[in-house]
């Protein structure tokens, strides 16, 4: 009767085995340690991304506190706010160890960082603040009709539709005597969006515009031919004149500019008896030669990453100023894109 033996592999299938065996592991193990230097190369360039980030913020807050230095000094002044002031120099792209080291050589071994910037009068625009006149007592809040013209005016001059115009007025009235809870008040021009603006006439109105927190003033100084003339109600010829005379020579006050403007100063007609009463609105325009409201603009270039923020400034009759608004309008994306 014939045996059946055990089977027992053969030396040269053992080594296969134990060479497949150990492929197997050295791929884990291979897998296992990339994964490790994946994850340590990830942490890396997180914590590499947030200092930088928190480099160019504390840089940004240098250049912001430089800016308020700047319009603190104009202000003891007392000279009227104009382009020709120290202020509205623009800051050029440097090197921001240049900054720091007056010595060449430490000045080399400073970060690849380039800081530039500039300071622009916010009451150089025109002021969408203007447009509601606040409640008084039982006098609710209302839009000033005055100031609905010359947005409008405004609007037709820079091609927009003037019924934009009534919208943003509607607009922010609505949102000035809303309860709580009903659609916040835009801050930014950016932000009239919340009022049904669209985005092509948002871009439009940008450099003509802004939202303050109070009524003011424009600046005729600062202000742009287009602004002027729809603020004071003359033809652009007129307007750019103007302009061109405050360029050279800033007005010293409103005396001054009105002695230079032409224009016939429009009176008030008197109100019909049975009309409801209404804020008085002033004869003349609402102008002026000094500025309270500016807006910063930093940008900062790191290595091949920029960013970018803007501020808004207030000076306060006792020398200091106050950071309303600040915001980044770019991160620290690459430079080209």
């Given amino acids: 009767m014939a045996t059946h033996r055990p089977f027992e592999p053969s030396p040269r299938r053992q080594r296969g085995a134990a060479l497949l065996t150990a492929m197997i592991i050295v791929t884990l193990v291979a897998t296992l340690a990339a994964a490790m230097v994946w994850q340590q190369w990830r942490a890396v360039q997180v914590e590499s991304a947030e200092r930088a980030r928190a480099q160019a913020a504390w840089i940004l807050s240098g250049a912001l506190e430089l800016a308020k230095l700047i319009l603190r000094e104009d202000q003891k002044s007392r000279r009227p706010t104009a382009l020709t002031e120290p202020w509205a120099t623009p800051l050029a792209e440097s090197r921001l160890s240049t900054f720091l080291a007056v010595d060449k050589a430490n000045a080399d071994d400073g ?103 109070v009524p003011t003033p424009l600046n005729v100084n600062t202000a742009s031919k287009e ?8 033809d652009q010829a007129s307007a750019e004149r103007l302009v061109q005379i405050g360029q050279r020579t800033p007005f010293k006050d409103v005396q001054a500019f009105n002695a230079q403007n032409p224009s016939p100063k429009a009176p008030v007609p008197p109100a019909p008896l049975d009309t409801p009463a209404t804020p008085a609105t002033p004869a003349t325009p609402n102008i002026t030669v000094h500025s309270d409201f500016f807006e910063v603009r930093g940008r900062l270039r790191l290595v091949d990453r920029v960013l970018v923020e803007r501020s808004l400034v207030q000076r306060l009759p006792d020398l200091t100023s106050k950071v309303l608004q600040r915001e980044r309008i770019a991160g620290l994306d690459q430079a080209g894109s």
């Fill in 111 to 213: 970060p690849e960082a380039f800081l530039s910037g500039n300071i622009s009068d916010a009451q150089a625009r025109y002021n969408l603040t203007n447009l509601v006149t606040p409640a008084n007592g039982t006098v609710p809040a209302q839009v000033s009709q005055p100031e609905l013209q010359t947005l409008e005016r405004l609007c037709e001059r820079v091609g927009v539709e003037t019924g934009v115009a009534d919208r943003i007025a509607t607009g922010l009235r609505a949102a000035m005597t809303a309860p709580a809870g009903a659609p916040l008040l835009p801050r930014t021009t950016a932000q009239l969006s919340w009022l049904g603006i669209d985005p092509a006439t948002i871009q439009a109105l940008q450099p003509y515009v802004v939202l303050l927190p």
């Fill in 227 to 234: 602004v002027l003339g729809a603020v004071i109600n003359t």
